[in-house]
Structure formats: C-alpha cells, structure tokens
C-alpha cells in the first residue's frame, strides 16, 4: 500500500527523534520537494536537505560545537534557519532558537539565562547587522558564547567524521524562552517528542498529504517553527518559506508555489481577507483550501468573512510554547464548531478545566484549562517556576480560561488575567471583545480591567478604527452594546482609540499587560 492511499493515521511518519524521522522520509521520498525559499527561488529534496544538514552538522563539529552542546541561534525564516536546526538535531545539541526579530535587550536577557556557549546570528539583514550587535551583548556577559556567523560559505564538514546520531527522543533537547508577555523571559524544556507530537496532530488535523504546499511566513525561531517542520517530515508535504510577511508579496509566492494551505495567525488571516478585498472580482488565491493557525483569538465574523470571501476553509488551533498544540479544528468540522470553538484536544494531550473554586467543570462550565500528557513541555529552566506552573496532579496550569462543551470541542474564553472584576461581577473581556470586533468600524480590539476605587476593576476597550472609517465615540459604542441586548455592567466604562495596539513579534498577538501599564497611568 502506498503512503497516500493509507489513512492519514497510517500514512504519517512516527520515529524516536528528529533527525530519524528526516531520514524515514529520506528513504520513502527522497526527490521530493520538502522547502521552497521563495525569496531566492530555490527548492530543496528531502534527501538534498538531509545531505545539507549532515555537512554542516560535521561542520559544526569542527568548529568546536558537540553533541549535549547549548547553541542559542538567531535566524530569519529560510534554508539556513531550518538546515542549522535540523544539523544541530543530528549532533544532539540542546537548542536554542531565538526569534530574530528581538533586538539587544531581548537577546542579553536569553543568553544569561541560557548560559549557551555557542551563538549562531546571519550576517547583515535589511540593514541590521547582527554579528555586530552580538559582539555587543557578548561583551556584556561575564560567560560569553563563541560566536558563529552564519553568512556565506556554511560552515562543512564531512559526515564520516560524525558520531553516531542521538536515539533518545525523550531528552531535552530544545528550550524555548517565551516571547515576551510577561516581563521576565521563562524557558520551556522540549524534546524531540514533545515538538514531533505537536507537528503529527497538526498533520492528522489539517489532514494534509504529500500533495500539499504549505508555508513557513511567521518567524521560523518560534515553536511552530520546529512543530511544523514535524509535519513536513511526517507527511511529505512541501512548504514555502518567506523571510518576512508582506500580504503582497506573500500572496504572489503562495500563487507563484500553489500553495495549497497557509496561516499563521489571526493577524494572517486578516491581512490574506484585506488583500482579498482589494480585488473583490478575481480569487486571490485559486489554490488556497485551508488557512489555519494559532497564537491569538479567531473572532466568528472573520471565520464567515473568510470562508465567504476567500473561498477556503479556516480551522483554528490552540497551543503555546509550552505546549506546541492543545486542540485543533479540522476541514470536517461543521461551520458552527469552526467559528465558535478552538477545536478538539489532541492525541497525547490530556485537557482538563478547573474552576476558580478547584473543582473539576462540568460540560460547558468555564474554568482554567490544565494540561498533562507526552505533548506537554517537561517544566521550565528556572526549576524555581515549576511548583506553580503545576498542580498536584501533575497538570500545566495555563493561565487560560476556557470550556469543553457537550461535542469535545474546547472554547478558549480569555486569561485568568482578564477576569475583570467589577463590583463583584466576573465579566470576560473576550465576551465584549468578539462583540466588538463585529463592528463594522473595529478593525481590533483589545478590552482590559483598570483599577477603580468605586468598582474595583472598570472596563475598558481599547480600539484599532478600521482603515478608512472614523473611530467610534464612547456614546456610539454604548448605543451598539444596548442594540445587543448586552447588560450595563458589561459595557465598557472607558474607551480608548490606538492608531496600532501594542503587540508582540512573533505572531502579533495583542500585549495586554501594556496596555494596562499604558492607560493604568492615565495616559
């Protein structure tokens, strides 16, 4: 039986470590396309990348990096990104990739964390140098990495030279610092388990083959760089990789590639339905079938807006650096359970929720979302953090609140955080957020609790007008809550208009905790 005459459970690859899996889809699909680099045209074979990544692997051993090695590595998204990952999985490194977008500050913050002793950086990118600002973030620290730019000629070396590859796919062997909403960053330990689970339930998910082109278009240093990654040695599928997300050039590689699915975020998705509209008679993207991505909340409307305008479908995940995939929709679900749910817990994920009084919820009842299971990340760097990001059963305290309905399907309902508790009364902030964002006049909206002496918390919506349309005034807001029916003590006490919300970047999601610092301060 052929790979993809199997059933998607079947036909996916399942291996102990990274660079087994590389080479179990080498020896079923070696000519077949695994990444395009759209920026320079170049395609790569399965057995071309694994040959790539064996060279530069022996010639990172050369250059002094050794199996059980720290390597932080600061990469923009393309063949050099993945290649460095995959070499550094066929040594048994512990990696350390670190979005490329952070500037000094950010990357002074990981190392002294991290104590790496190898830093990987290209050379210049669009004007910045980064070999140049790692030579000053080293001479800060009082252990400094060696310092590896990753420009030109690649280091190589030959693979005789090599050990034998690692066979423990359950030791750590990537850490992740999170990506900035809260002030200090907190590294997640991951092994090649953990991220290849992730990038196989993506894979039955989206229900994708070896026939399909997907895309890497957010920064390849975040976790779904590698889960993904998973998904294309596990399938056979192809993906197209872009240095940077500009809708316009995105959209004529996804059209030059046929790329067939896509995603991201939220954020993508919006900016994909903007270009869409910009030529409302000609199908954007004739090949498109499925976006699908994470990172932040899908309001419905954009779920309708999508489906009825780019003519594809939309399945919306949850997941997180700890924790690369909790649940997923997929092409089969209905319409409803698409828009209005982050779809259902995934194999080896086990997700419980708890409410705030420490009982376990019943059917649609909210509480925090917990997790255990072979797909959870194994406890954070700073073992210190540990006690309180797990329960005494052993489950990842999210910070999230959510629900399982009556069908499985789990519904994320905003952050602990954003409980906003006013009078007494809980309010969820996404609750008045989606009814926002329906407004024709709101092209996004983040809703925030704010001291108050009287109330406790006040509400707050803060608004991103849509291009073109004049931001709504307080009394115009009001009147469109009371159309909807929605309580007085939902609607919101203070309104706030943002030329841009500040957001973070890796996959634009809303920070909130600025905005609380921001208008906290009566600014």
Known sequence: MTADKQNPGERLLKTSTLWQLLEARVRLSSTAIMLID????????????????????????????????????????????????????????????????????????????????????????????????AGRVCAQLEQPPVVLVMDGELPQGKPSTLPPPPQDGASVRWVYYTSGTTSEPKGARHTDETLMIGGRNLATAMAVTSHDIGTIAFPYAHIGGAMYTCMLLASGMSAVLLGRFVPTEACAAFQRYRVTTTGGSTAHYEALLMEQ????????????????????????????????????????????????????????????????????????????IVTLDGDIAEPGQEGEIRLRGKGVFKGYTDTALNAEAFDQNGYFRTGDLGMLRADGRLVLTGRLKDVIIRKGENISAREIEELLYSHPRVANVAVIGLPDAQRGERVCAVIEAAPGEAPLSFDEMVAFFNAAGVMRQKIPEQLEIMEQLPRNQTLNKILKHKLRELFAAGH
């Not at 993945?82 to 990981?110: D, F, W």
């Not at 899908?298 to 305008?309: G, N, Q, S, T, V």
């Not at 650096?321 to 086990?350: I, R």
Request: hydrophobic share 40%.
């Open 38 to 133: 759209a920026d320079r045209g170049l395609k790569l074979t399965f057995a071309q990348a694994h040959n790539i990544a064996e060279r530069l692997a022996a010639g990172f051993l050369a250059s002094g990096i050794a199996p059980g090695s720290v390597v932080t590595w600061q990469l923009p998204t393309g063949l050099t990104a993945v290649m460095t990952a995959l070499a550094l999985s066929r040594l048994g490194c512990v990696q350390n990739p670190v979005i490329h977008l952070y500037g000094e500050h950010e990357l002074k913050s990981v190392l002294a964390r991290s104590q790496s002793a190898f830093l990987l950086v290209p050379g210049a990118v669009s004007e910045r140098d980064y070999a140049a600002a």
């Open 277 to 352: 509209r910009r030529q409302p008679d000609t199908q954007l993207l004739p090949d498109l079938k499925l976006l699908c991505g994470g990172g932040a909340p899908k309001p419905p409307e954009l779920y309708f807006a999508i489906r009825r305008e780019l003519h594809c479908g939309l399945t919306h995940n949850y997941g997180m650096t700890e924790v690369p995939l909790v649940s997923a929709g997929t092409p089969q679900d209905s319409d409803e359970q698409l828009a209005h749910t982050d779809g259902m817990p995934v194999q080896d994920v086990e997700v419980i």
